[in-house]
């Protein structure tokens, strides 16, 4: 057995998501379309509705339904929210319980000590919320604006005239598994716009596709981490927020994990681990279950039901990673998209929010008066981006992730120095390649048999995504090429939903168990959109 190097195994972005061919005849005219309704969208939407309402704004999700394919811990700085809706009192916020208490433990296999809750950690005056609640929530309080939501429509293409995006193209409907056009089946739709907006998460194709296309690039590459969740009907209520260090993560692996309380009779709770690991065999959903028989877990779930399963990735870069350019002519980038998310703190969505309504106030300004979206009309954007406690927040943190790349002990030495140091240590930046270049090394994990009671196999879990998708859809998973036996299986222990197997040394692809995670997207087979409605029904997420 070799070393699996993955970017070598990894096909490149499909041409046709930048397509310059013009709209067709039937093409919905709008001013600004916005790709994503996660809490980055809806708070451009929002706030750009209200600077003008006269404007007509698009809102495309992929799901069936608002919130169903958001995922997120959450713990939520309420700064965002709360100037989102300066009116509405904190109490009538989609909240579930404030943050009044909290506990960190470095984890062993049988053990659990108490550590000094890392300044960048503390989250009180923060709030525990299910993001997909948050979402809907939102949601409603965009249409009462008469602004379009369309679920159920994912976009796959940009439409491109010269240098400008001038609007999108969804994907087809009802294509069978040649992608053929069956009895149900529904065409393409393309919306053009003045300004699109790409809020469409973490590793979004369109946003990967237009920065290769214009040459936008960042000092490190993003790098990534997937994080599985569940959510958990309990017999006892949690009376605090708890984060865990160490095990079941080996040393080598950066992450950890999460217990929140969610009113008195449910609990979230999760673990991150970076992709940048380099044994083959590691299996984030696996080691979750593992980490649920800990003593300090099993207390929380006994007597307990696993109601709702997930996982996402999350862009962990950093400072670093954050695009050199965010806006050019027609598109802007927001949230997850843009890689705004501060590690150390473990958080995301109030810099989504922020970075929504950012970009509804540049987008105002350029359509003002028949204004246009010319990269020069947007740049204001960039502008307040750099101004905002976004960028000083994660500029504090700069290099602490990195600082984790050469093992947790160093990384915990190295991020005690820079938060002394208010982020001036080490002096520079920490160079990081793509998670992709990571050469991974075949392992032997021992097996791990699900009890069905607190730890359940992955097709059990997908089952409890409420995933939906019909089995004889086209797959929207690109492989590469020279697939062996052991990509495959590295491809079988990174992915939490089931999706590849190994058969002999052919790798097989469950395609319609994708709950769009897109782990595989940064370092195995690409992730495209497949036709609305498909993938998770998050409720509780």
């Known amino acids: 057995m070799g070393v699996i190097l993955p970017v070598s195994h990894q096909s490149p972005l499909p041409s046709t998501i930048i397509r310059t061919e013009a709209p067709g005849p039937e093409a919905i005219e709008l001013d600004v379309v916005i790709v994503g309704a996660g809490p980055a969208g809806l708070a451009c939407a929002i706030q750009l509705a209200r600077a003008n309402p006269e404007l007509a704004i698009g809102v495309l999700e992929k799901a069936t339904a608002l919130g169903e394919h958001i995922l997120s811990g959450a713990s939520i700085n309420p700064v965002a929210i709360r100037r989102l809706f300066p009116d509405v009192d904190v109490s009538d916020f989609p909240f579930r319980q404030e943050a009044t208490a909290e506990a960190v433990y470095y984890l062993s296999e049988s053990r659990a000590t108490r550590v000094p809750t890392p300044p960048t950690m503390r989250n009180h005056g923060n709030y525990i919320a299910s993001l997909s609640e948050v979402v809907r929530w939102m949601g409603e309080k965009a249409e009462e604006l008469g602004i379009n939501i369309f679920p159920g429509f994912p976009v796959e293409s940009l439409l491109v005239d010269g240098e400008r995006v001038i609007g999108v193209r969804t994907t087809a409907s009802g294509l069978d598994r040649e992608s053929q056009p069956t009895d149900v089946y529904g065409e393409p739709t393309e919306l053009t716009a003045k300004v699109v907006v790409l809020a469409e998460g973490t590793r979004g194709p369109l946003a990967q596709a237009w920065c290769k296309w214009r040459d936008v690039g960042s000092e490190n590459p993003q790098i990534f981490a997937l994080g599985v969740k569940e959510v958990w009907d309990v017999a006892r209520p949690l009376d605090r927020v708890i984060h865990t260090m160490g095990w079941p993560l080996p040393p080598s692996v950066f992450g950890g994990s999460w217990c929140?309380?969610?009113?008195?009779?449910?609990?979230?709770?999760?673990?991150?681990?970076?992709?940048?690991?380099?044994?083959?065999?590691?299996?984030?959903?696996?080691?979750?279950?593992?980490?649920?028989?800990?003593?300090?877990?099993?207390?929380?779930?006994?007597?307990?039901?696993?109601?709702?399963?997930?996982?996402?990735?999350?862009?962990?870069?950093?400072?670093?990673?954050?695009?050199?350019?965010?806006?050019?002519?027609?598109l802007m980038m927001i949230g997850d998209t843009a890689g705004f998310v501060?590690?150390?703190?473990?958080?995301?969505?109030?810099?989504?929010?922020?970075?929504?309504?950012?970009?509804?106030?540049?987008?105002?300004?350029?359509?003002?008066?028949?204004?246009?979206?010319?990269?020069?009309?947007?740049?204001?954007?960039?502008?307040?981006?750099?101004?905002?406690?976004?960028?000083?927040?994660?500029?504090?943190?700069?290099?602490?992730?990195?600082?984790?790349?050469?093992?947790?002990?160093?990384?915990?030495?190295?991020?005690?120095?820079?938060?002394?140091?208010?982020?001036?240590?080490?002096?520079?930046?920490?160079?990081?390649?793509?998670?992709?270049?990571?050469?991974?090394?075949?392992?032997?994990?021992?097996?791990?048999?699900?009890?069905?009671?607190?730890?359940?196999?992955?097709?059990?879990?997908?089952?409890?995504?409420?995933?939906?998708?019909?089995?004889?859809?086209?797959?929207?998973?690109?492989?590469?090429?020279?697939?062996?036996?052991?990509?495959?299986?590295?491809?079988?222990?990174?992915?939490?939903?089931?999706?590849?197997?190994?058969?002999?040394?052919?790798?097989?692809?469950?395609?319609?168990?994708?709950?769009?995670?897109?782990?595989?997207?940064?370092?195995?087979?690409?992730?495209?959109p497949r036709e609305g409605t498909s993938g998770p029904h998050y409720r509780l997420m």
């Open 260 to 330: 929140y309380p969610m009113g008195p009779n449910q609990v979230s709770i999760g673990l991150v681990a970076g992709l940048d690991y380099h044994d083959a065999s590691f299996d984030v959903h696996e080691s979750m279950q593992r980490m649920k028989l800990h003593p300090l877990f099993r207390g929380i779930l006994e007597g307990g039901t696993m109601v709702e399963w997930g996982a996402k990735t999350i862009p962990e870069g950093g400072f670093y990673a954050i695009p050199s350019r965010l806006s050019g002519h027609g």
């Open 342 to 528: 501060d590690v150390p703190s473990l958080k995301g969505v109030h810099y989504a929010m922020e970075s929504g309504m950012l970009a509804a106030d540049a987008i105002a300004s350029a359509l003002a008066d028949g204004g246009n979206g010319d990269a020069s009309r947007l740049a204001p954007y960039d502008a307040a981006i750099r101004a905002s406690y976004i960028t000083s927040d994660m500029r504090r943190t700069r290099n602490m992730r990195l600082g984790f790349k050469d093992g947790f002990m160093t990384g915990a030495v190295k991020a005690g120095l820079m938060t002394l140091t208010g982020g001036a240590f080490p002096g520079g930046k920490i160079a990081m390649g793509e998670d992709a270049a990571a050469p991974r090394t075949p392992g032997h994990q021992v097996p791990f048999v699900p009890d069905n009671v607190l730890t359940f196999s992955k097709v059990d879990a997908v089952f409890k995504s409420g995933n939906s998708t019909r089995d004889s859809i086209p797959s929207h998973l690109i492989v590469g090429k020279d697939i062996t036996g052991e990509v495959a299986d590295f491809y079988a222990h990174l992915c939490p939903a089931g999706v590849y197997e190994r058969d002999g040394d052919r790798l097989v692809v469950n395609a319609p168990n994708c709950v769009d995670c897109k782990a595989t997207d940064v370092v195995g087979p690409r992730w495209t």
